[in-house]
């Protein structure tokens, strides 16, 4: 079996916003949308208090509320857990948008350039490829086309750039990943062995495939070594 997810290291995050820049050159998207952004935030109480940077977008449910709510079928889950949009079929209801609980998906009615009239490399890629997303939902696709490209090439996602998602590629401080939770030895399914985390909204059920890391797990013995002898 195949899940992929993200995970995010937030002792790492600094916040650069780089991830967001990449996903938006990759996918050539309008500007103002922004399917992977980082959420500023301030956490503790004076004077412990600190920032935290939180990389998020579309989650990849496992449980998704956007597919269940919308009427088309447009909305669809692959086998290895993303979430796609068949363009063909939205009709650009939004349902989704609402039953969303991350924000990740947007709507543009008109399709503008970052620089106007003229047009960036990707933005003619982008409708030469018949995608200008127009008045239809979008959202994050977990780069899924090149998680193909290099499952069909003996590539790894996550370890090779190749097959990786361009959000993770980008991370000037190795703090997103991705890769297969249900492989025990994945890089991903590690870090969340070894490391404290959380899910995002857990507690409304949608089984979201974004993990965050907020701290090392301490094991007895080094607990014991830190504490003393009692």
């Not at 939205?90 to 399709?111: E, H, L, N």
């Amino acid at each position: 079996m195949t899940r992929w997810v993200f995970v995010a290291d937030l002792n790492r995050c600094v916040g650069c916003q780089t991830c967001t820049a990449a996903c938006k050159h990759r996918n050539a998207t309008a500007p103002g949308v922004m399917w992977r952004k980082v959420l500023d935030m301030e956490v503790g109480e004076f004077p412990e208090v600190r920032r935290t940077f939180v990389p998020t977008g579309c989650h990849h449910c496992e449980n998704p509320p956007c597919m269940h709510v919308c009427p088309t079928t447009a909305t669809k889950q692959r086998d290895d857990g993303i979430i796609t949009i068949d363009y063909d079929l939205c009709i650009g209801c939004m349902y989704c948008s609402v039953a969303c609980p991350y924000q990740a998906r947007y709507k543009v009615d008109i399709v503008n350039n970052a620089y106007g009239l003229t047009k960036m490399a990707n933005e003619v890629a982008r409708d030469e490829e018949n995608l200008p997303r127009k008045a239809v939902a979008q959202k994050c696709t977990f780069c899924a086309d090149r998680i193909d490209y290099g499952l069909e090439n003996g590539l790894t996602p996550g370890v090779d750039p190749d097959a990786t998602p361009a959000c993770v590629n980008s991370c000037i401080a190795g703090a997103l990943h991705m890769g297969n939770i249900e492989d025990p030895k994945s890089n991903v399914s590690v870090m969340v062995e070894e490391n404290e985390t959380f899910l995002m909204h857990e507690e409304l059920g949608t089984k979201p495939g974004f993990y965050y890391i907020w701290d090392r797990k301490h094991d007895a013995d080094e607990d014991t070594a830190e504490g003393g002898e009692e």
